[in-house]
Nanobody, 127 residues
């Protein structure tokens, strides 16, 4: 699976952005999709995940209620809508694919379960 993330940029506190991640190469709907981020000086961390058919989502506590992950399996794209952004959201955001699961509800937070990664897109939130 090849992943191409886009949509990052500079935004003021309280603003919104929508990240996109286009996938190619394999059957997109087989994969749990996730978004992760690496803030300056910190380890990469889980942000959100969506099950293969989009019926289940999971968010880290700091973005719960502000971010929305969604997917369009017909277009092979996963999105991350980010609302009410604050400077702590400044990071490089990565999309990832995997694991393959037969369950419509399975998601994953562990980075080691993701086999394919996009190149990252920078999100900068100014105060």
């Amino acid at each position: 699976v090849q992943l191409q993330a886009s949509g990052g940029g500079l935004v003021q506190t309280g603003g919104s952005l929508r990240l996109s991640c286009a996938a190619s190469g394999r059957i997109f709907s087989n994969y749990v999709m996730g978004w992760f981020r690496r803030a300056p000086g910190k380890e990469r961390e889980f942000v959100a995940a969506i099950s293969r058919m989009g019926v289940n989502t999971d968010y880290t506590a700091s973005v719960q209620g502000r971010f929305i992950i969604s997917r369009d399996n017909a277009k092979n794209i996963v999105y991350l809508r980010m609302n009410r952004l604050n400077p702590e959201d400044t990071a490089v955001y990565y999309c990832a694919a995997g694991p393959i699961s037969g369950s419509f509800y399975y998601t994953a937070r562990d980075q080691s379960q993701y086999d394919y990664w996009g190149q990252g897109t920078q999100v900068t939130v100014s105060s």
